[in-house]
């Protein structure tokens, strides 16, 4: 086995050490996740191991959703037909598959009474995947069917109505403390529930509830080209490399930094309030990149323009390279093969640099401009470092660290001030998603998954899969509903209200699918009182009625409801908000 090679050389002017990393074997002295838990404890271990000594419910906030597929039953939902020959066909074997006769509303149309479906259990994700292709092909409609196994627990947290991105309380659960030294609890989805308003009141639970967990890490590369063309460094040539990486892991909501490192393959000299690793040649530096970014196991990464260009410039890189399936199976939680993970298209989009640089932004938000450095500066600093070693190249490659630990810096402090995460948050929070889903899913999904768990609690079934008979023509522009007379009858009633117009006509005029009538002759028998809709498309005339609600809650439908619970959320927050309006702290963060 190689012994690698690294060594502690601290300079006697000094506190902080210059680690050096050759490229095999483990990095040694970067701390880990748990040991950052350690060191940033702050009592919460003692509340932790006080809960367990009793058997109490355990407060958790959880940051990453996955899967453990193998060897549990999942199932979809039909409407009740003759399935049983497809399913055995499809799946060769009839003890692969359960039926079980339901009753619910679809979403489509106005229904007063529940329509018969089958359920559909299968033992394995496999044969639901096969089931669902099968009887979807003869043109079965299906319900519940989440299609893909990756993101099935989806399906379950919004029909379990589980937290995923929120505090939960864990209860009736069996653990055991795990060599690698974290905690793996085991317990039923009914004993996982968002925690109570009583939790945030208890003294005993309330200051940790205000600390959150999640582990955010912000970086930043430094690259240099010797074609000296003017151009920004591109990884796809030999003589343009990414010279130095610098990570900062915080909190989230604490401007305390936790760690601060610096990655460089020259000499440079160290600095109290970082880590300094030099690595021999480029390779060893996204090896020690990878290195670094395992122990620490960040729950969210941020950079500015990163996926622009800095991502871009360390895969494209990497690849050339070749260690890139090294690095990203070093990474990932879920190794995965060069021919996967190449699939990726990264493309180099230049922007203009004046109106998208970080020094932009933070005059936008009136924050504190970042260090400047120019690139020319930079360039003679580096190439000085690469031709001779001595104690002012590296005293000039500090300021480049400087300069690179500041712009990573910059991206918490614009983080911060757009309180980004804690919308992304929220936004997962409310419709039963992951942190990572509400981050890197478009809002459509994100819609569709509130709609469909909504729905789920009022008995009526949605399809996750989209349809592929989409509408292609033109709408005549804004439909005009006539306005709904106020207490002034004797005129005309009507108002303007642009910031939330059309969710007013959605929950006013209860235009939701399931409150919509197509036929005139079933308008006429439905005993209700109508909103009529008209107007052309494709030159025909559409014609539909819906259900007027009154404000009688089961008379409204599926849209109206959710916009209503949105609307008493936010009203919620802000009466939250209103009494720190004027308690309200600038949280500046020192270099």
């Known amino acids: 086995m190689h012994t690698p090679t690294i060594s502690n050389q601290t300079d006697c002017t000094r506190t902080a050490p210059t680690l ?51 060897g549990y039953s999942s199932y979809i939902l039909l409407p009740k037909n003759i399935l049983v020959h497809i399913l055995s066909v499809t799946l060769k074997n009839t003890t692969k598959f359960g039926f079980e006769n339901i009753r619910a509303f679809p979403l489509q149309g106005y229904h007063t009474e529940k329509k018969a479906y089958i359920r559909v259990r299968t033992w394995n994700h496999f044969d639901r995947y096969n089931a669902l292709k099968a009887v979807r092909g003869v043109g079965i409609h ?8 990756q993101y099935y627990y989806r399906k379950v947290a919004r029909e379990e109505r589980l937290p995923l991105s929120s505090w939960a309380v864990l209860s009736n659960y069996l653990y055991e403390f795990t060599p690698d030294g974290t905690y793996l609890f085991r317990l039923s989805v009914d004993n996982y529930n968002p925690i109570s308003e009583d939790d945030y009141n208890n003294p005993l639970f309330s200051s940790a509830l205000t600390r959150d967990r999640t582990l955010i890490l912000t970086w930043d590369i430094e690259t240099y080209s010797s074609r000296k063309i003017g151009e920004v460094p591109n990884a796809k040539y030999d003589e343009d490399k990414v010279f130095m990486i610098c990570m900062i892991v ?4 604490d ?16 600095e109290p309030g970082w880590i300094t690793i030099v690595c021999g040649f480029q390779i060893d530096l996204l090896k020690a990149f990878a290195l670094c970014w395992k122990l620490l196991a960040p729950d969210i990464h941020i950079g500015f323009n990163d996926s622009q260009y800095d991502w871009q410039f360390i895969v494209e890189k990497a690849n050339k390279l070749g260690v890139l399936e090294w690095m990203f199976n070093h990474m990932s939680f879920k190794p995965s093969s060069l021919e996967k993970i190449i699939k990726w298209e990264y493309r180099y989009n230049m922007i203009k640099a004046e109106k998208s640089s970080l020094a932009f ?10 260090m400047n450095m120019p690139i020319y500066r930079m360039n003679k600093y580096y190439e000085r470092a690469l031709k001779e070693s001595d104690s002012m190249s590296a005293e000039q490659m500090r300021e480049v660290a400087k300069y690179c630990i500041i712009n990573a810096l910059s991206c918490q402090r614009l983080m911060v001030k757009h309180n980004a995460i804690n919308e992304y948050r929220e936004v997962a929070s409310v419709a039963f998603l992951s942190l990572f889903d509400a981050h890197y899913f478009a809002g459509g999904m994100k819609v569709c998954n509130l709609l469909s768990a909504s729905a789920w609690q009022r008995g009526i079934l949605t399809s996750m899969i989209s349809n592929q008979q989409t509408e292609t023509g033109k709408y005549p522009g804004a439909y005009v509903f006539p306005p709904v007379k106020g207490l002034e009858n004797r005129r005309p009633v009507t108002g303007l ?43 025909q005339n559409c014609l539909a009625w819906s259900i007027q609600h009154n404000n009688i809650s089961e008379e409204k439908g599926l849209y109206a409801i959710v916009l209503e619970y949105l ?20 949280m500046e963060l020192p270099y």
């Open 20 to 70: 050096r990393y050759d490229g095999a074997g483990p990095l040694v002295g970067i701390p880990s996740r748990n040991d950052i838990v350690a060191e940033f404890d702050n009592g919460m271990t003692a509340i932790l191991q006080q809960s367990l000594s009793g058997k109490q419910p355990i407060h958790f906030m959880p940051t990453e959703v996955s899967d453990d597929i193998e």
């Open 361 to 370: 932004y933070l005059n936008e938000c009136e924050l504190e401009s970042k």
């Open 497 to 539: 209200d642009f910031a939330s117009l059309y969710l007013s006509l959605i929950i006013t005029y209860n235009l939701s699918p399931d409150k919509i009538i197509l036929s005139q002759e079933r308008a006429e028998q439905s005993g209700k009182k109508l909103h009529k809709i008209s107007f052309k498309f494709n030159n």
């Open 255 to 270: 401007p305390e930094l936790l760690k601060q490192i610096c990655l460089v393959d020259v000499e440079t000299a160290p």
């Open 567 to 586: 609307s008493s959320k936010r009203n919620e927050m802000k009466k939250r908000l209103a009494p720190l309006k004027e308690k309200k702290e600038d």
């Open 142 to 149: 299906t319900a519940s069917d989440d299609l893909n196994c």
């Open 250 to 253: 915080h909190w989230k909501d």
